[in-house]
């Protein structure tokens, strides 16, 4: 499984071309701004995720008790 995922993933040449091609797209004054909603939208998605473990975990917790 940890083969599979490490063939995936993007290498630096990868990385690099990635980048690139989002400079051309977006420019490199709007960039910034891309990169900053991307990072909002990564924060709340783990805010929600944490809070639905959290629930899960109480509701476990009660049940046992």
Do not use: H
């Not at 995922?5 to 989002?22: D, F, H, K, N, R």
């Not at 909002?40 to 917790?61: L, P, Y």
């Amino acid at each position: 499984m940890l083969k599979l995922l490490l063939l995936s993933m993007p290498g630096p040449a990868e990385w690099i071309i990635i980048l690139v091609i989002a400079l051309i797209i977006f420019g490199p004054g709007k960039l910034p701004d891309v990169g900053r909603g991307i990072g909002r939208a990564i924060r709340e998605f783990r805010k929600a995720s944490n809070g639905i473990n959290d629930e899960i975990n109480t509701a476990i917790e009660d049940k046992k008790s």
